[in-house]
Nanobody, 125 residues
Framework: QLQLVESGGGLVQPGGSLRLSCAAS????????IGWFRQAPGKEREGVSC????????YYTDSVKGRFTISRDNAKNTVYLQMNSLKSEDTAVYYC??????????????????WGQGTQVTVSS
């Protein structure tokens, strides 16, 4: 069964760092656009970052630019989200997802059809 499994979440102090992993099974990650999304309590799910299958182009929502970095390790069939200088407003459940659409990746949830179970990130002192 096709699966995306996130890991790496946890509790971190403001200014700290975490690296989230998104591991795929039953399919090859670099054949698809992959996105990271997050959802805080009472808020809609929002796009954080994505990486395009065609040329590896990356995109970030404004609030994480300069702090988060998305990357892909094809040998491990895993996509990472390195999160630095974390803020309390980054607290959320983080999800990775696969898009079957062609073209550059986007940060809206619509094109993404396969989702992981999520990993909790809590930024608090």
């Amino acid at each position: 069964q096709l699966q995306l499994v996130e890991s790496g979440g946890g509790l971190v102090q403001p200014g700290g760092s975490l690296r989230l992993s998104c591991a795929a099974s039953k399919f090859t990650l670099d054949y698809y656009n992959i996105g990271w999304f997050r959802q805080a309590p009472g808020k809609e799910r929002e796009g954080v970052s994505c990486i395009s299958k065609s040329d590896g182009s990356t995109y970030y929502t404004d609030s994480v630019k300069g702090r988060f970095t998305i990357s892909r390790d094809n040998a491990k069939n895993t996509v990472y989200l390195q999160m630095n200088s974390l803020k309390s407003e980054d607290t959320a459940v983080y999800y990775c997802a696969r898009s079957l659409h062609v073209g550059q990746c986007v940060l809206s949830t619509g094109p993404y059809s396969n989702w992981g179970q999520g990993t909790q990130v809590t930024v608090s002192s």
